[in-house]
């Protein structure tokens, strides 16, 4: 085989594996640092809840100081939380901005209810029929427990399969915008992280 020829197949070689890479459908790395340590690189595909945290706790700060939150200063707890349950600290906080805007809006401002939960059986409850949590901190801590306790543990590990049966259209959400929220969401902070 020619020099040139063994050239041109590297190449081909290395472009194919660079677009494998980078497609979409692959899995992408995510940074996780811990508080204290050096990053760690991990694979995981976007979306999937598992793997505990891929923010930093000065991170998820920035971004609820940033939006106004009256949850401001929770990123070492979600941080945490993210670290006991396995459950990516970004996706909680994309769907804490997709249910309430961080906190700001809806019966979440009154309530610290992290994912507008539905009361079932839990109380205190509201007229509306959702839990109510004497702290942010509280609320967080019940969405990471009950995401890993029903959710994963029924087999539900992606933002795809957990939003159809926690935010269903016949409650009237639109599933497809709500998963497109959290996933842009997920997207724009796995950039900011690069």
Do not use: K
């Not at 020619?2 to 081909?12: M, P």
């Not at 909680?92 to 700001?104: I, K, N, T």
């Not at 610290?112 to 509306?128: I, S, V």
């Not at 709500?178 to 690069?194: F, G, H, I, K, P």
């Amino acid at each position: 085989m020619s020099r040139g020829r063994s050239l041109l197949l590297f190449v081909l070689a290395g472009s194919v594996l660079i677009y494998v890479l980078l497609s979409p459908q692959t899995a992408r790395p995510v940074q996780s640092v811990a508080l204290h340590t050096a990053p760690v690189v991990r694979m995981f595909p976007l979306g999937d809840v598992r793997g505990g945290p891929s923010l930093t706790a000065a991170f998820i700060d920035r971004v609820l100081a940033l939006a106004g939150s009256p949850a401001q200063g929770l990123g070492a707890i979600l941080y945490q939380l993210s670290e006991q349950y396995q459950i990516d600290d970004a996706v909680a906080l994309a769907f804490f901005h997709h249910e309430s805007d961080y906190g700001r809006y809806g019966v979440a401002a009154v309530t610290h209810n992290f994912g507008n939960l539905r009361c079932a059986g839990y109380r205190p409850c509201t007229a509306d029929d959702f839990r109510v949590y004497p702290s942010w901190a509280d609320g967080a801590g019940d969405w990471y427990h009950l995401l890993a306790s029903v959710y994963v543990a029924q087999g539900l590990v992606t933002v795809q399969q957990i939003v159809p049966v926690y935010a269903p259209a016949v409650d009237g959400n639109d599933e497809r915008a709500y998963m497109q929220a959290v996933l842009n969401d997920l997207r724009s902070w796995q950039e900011a992280r690069r």
